[in-house]
């Protein structure tokens, strides 16, 4: 079954400083990948996505991310953090056999400090 | 012009009642979802709809009940509410497979 991990309930780093959020993921085939940013009362919106070709992909706000097929990742990373980055990041993957669902890590709650 | 919108944003009700959220997508997608966010923001895919029609259905309870009137539409009925329906619905559409865009999200409270 498919499957996603995020293993830090919650990270702080401090602004200018650089980010990275990790992510692991289970699925038997080729996994389509997603980044979602959800800020306080607000829905969700998509950062970035993974479907095939270049495993480092550009998102939105100046994240980035890169899939690893044989450590099953797909971290989320920032150079340099701004405070208004403060919010839940999911990861999700989609899967597509028997209709398409996507499925969705626990979230990371990132903290911003002055 | 928002793409994906969902209403109520927010909705207090009584145990035993029975309530509608309604969602609306502009986006010509052919694919809409419910989701359910608990207290501690896990969200749990609970239904999905290709063209009006059911392909996904996550052992949610038969109180619940979609309605998928055209393709841009996908109401979520609720009967005989519970405290634990208590939580932050959110519809969202995508393309086949695609990346789903949300709705901001309805925050039910039953008391």
């Known amino acids: 079954a498919q499957s996603v991990t995020q293993p830090d309930i919650h990270i702080t780093v401090s602004e200018g400083a650089s980010l990275e959020l990790r992510c692991n993921y289970s699925y038997g085939a080729t996994p389509y990948l997603f980044w979602y940013v959800q800020s306080p009362g607000q829905g969700l919106q998509l950062l970035l996505k993974?479907?095939?070709?270049?495993?480092l992909v550009q998102g939105i706000k100046g994240f980035e991310a890169e899939f690893k097929r044989s450590q099953s990742s797909f971290n989320l990373r920032k150079p340099s953090v701004h405070w208004s980055d403060a919010a839940e990041y999911f990861c999700a993957v989609g899967a597509g056999t028997g209709g398409f669902k996507t499925i969705f890590g626990a979230g990371t709650r990132l903290f911003v400090k002055a | 012009d928002t793409a994906v919108s969902q209403t109520p944003k927010y909705l207090v009700t009584q145990m035993g009642n029975d309530k509608s959220i309604k969602c609306e997508q502009n986006l010509g997608h052919d694919t809409m979802y419910w989701y359910k966010q608990d207290s501690k923001k896990f969200l749990k895919i609970m239904f999905s709809?290709?063209?009006?029609?059911?392909?996904i259905n996550e052992t949610v309870p038969n109180r619940f009940s979609p309605k998928s009137p055209d393709k841009a539409h996908l109401n979520l009925h609720i009967n005989s509410l519970e405290l634990g329906d208590s939580a932050v619905y959110f519809c969202?559409?995508?393309?086949?497979?695609?990346?789903?865009?949300f709705g901001q999200g309805t925050r039910l409270t039953v008391v």
């Open positions: 993974y479907f095939s070709g270049d495993t």
């Open positions: 709809y290709n063209n009006k029609e059911l392909i």
């Open positions: 969202a559409s995508s393309h086949r497979t695609g990346e789903a865009f």
